[in-house]
Nanobody, 125 residues
Framework: QLKFVESGGGLVQPGGSLRLSCAAS????????IGWFRQAPGKEREGVSC????????FYTDSGKGRFTISRDNAKNTAYLQMVGLKPEDTVVYYC??????????????????WGQGTQVTVSS
C-alpha cells in the first residue's frame, strides 16, 4: 500500500518545539513535492508548508511562517516539519502527502496523494 506514516506528535507546552516526521511507504519521494497539512475537529484540512523536489524550494502559509521549517531527506525517504514557538492554536492533527509539484496552489488539497493517518499535536500547559 502506498502511503505516508506520520509521527512525532505529542503534548508540548506553549512555546515548545516538536519535529514531525513523515515516512513514505511503498514509494520513493525523490520526484515528488511534499506538503504538510493540518486539520482541527470540525474544520477543513489546511495547508501548512510544501517543499519541492527539484530545488527544495519551500512554501509556508502564515500559520507557520517564521516558526515552522519543512525539510526532506530523500535517502531516508522521509520529510520533516520542525515546529518551534508552538501555540495552543497549533493543537490539531498534522498530515503529509505528495503531489507532482508545489506550484502556486500548493496549499490546495487537490492533486495530493498517499495521505497518512496523521499525528496529533497538543499544545497545552
Amino acid at each position: 500500500q502506498l502511503k505516508f506514516v506520520e509521527s512525532g506528535g505529542g503534548l508540548v507546552q506553549p512555546g515548545g518545539s516538536l519535529r514531525l516526521s513523515c515516512a513514505a511507504s511503498g514509494f520513493t519521494l525523490d520526484y515528488y513535492a511534499i506538503g504538510w497539512f493540518r486539520q482541527a475537529p470540525g474544520k477543513e484540512r489546511e495547508g501548512v508548508s510544501c517543499i519541492s523536489f527539484s530545488d527544495n524550494m519551500t512554501f509556508y502559509t502564515d500559520s507557520g511562517k517564521g516558526r515552522f521549517t519543512i525539510s526532506r531527506d530523500n535517502a531516508k525517504n522521509t520529510a520533516y516539519l520542525q515546529m518551534v514557538g508552538l501555540k495552543p492554536e497549533d493543537t490539531v492533527v498534522y498530515y503529509c502527502a505528495v503531489r507532482s509539484g508545489c506550484g502556486s496552489t500548493w496549499y490546495n488539497l487537490r492533486g495530493y496523494n498517499y495521505w497518512g493517518q496523521g499525528t496529533q499535536v497538543t499544545v497545552s500547559s
